[in-house]
């Protein structure tokens, strides 16, 4: 019979930095590539001119599963990023929650029913793609 599932997820952001005298920063600005990287170039720390910085934004756990039918609560809580606008999308595109925006600091819950087999996606449409989260739905045995 359907259950209802509940995960506990976390949106955080992955930060790493070095500085030039040790590797050379990148020479196409991260930022370009995904909405989910953040870079910082030397030059922007005036204590160390030298240093630069990366980092990256995901939900963990990245990967949940269930089986069609299931009622989903996805419990989030925020450490980094000021703002997310969180949603899913099942997998024939449709939004299976709405968008909702969440705040570091602060716990959220997003349900929703797995109505179709298949991925959903957890999108954050600022860090998008980086920080997508996939929720396999497999039909019910």
Known sequence: APTER?????????????????????????????????????????????KWEVSTYRFEPGEMMGYQGDTFNLIMFYINGDKHTVWVEAPDGSEASAPAEMNRGREYKITFTADQAGVYAVHCDEHDPSMTAYVLVLPRP
């Open 6 to 50: 509940t995960f506990y997820m976390t949106g955080f952001e992955y930060k790493g930095s070095t500085t030039t005298d040790s590797l050379a920063a990148p020479e196409q600005d991260p930022s370009k590539l995904s909405d989910g990287y953040r870079y910082k170039a030397p030059g922007h720390d005036e204590a160390s001119p030298n």
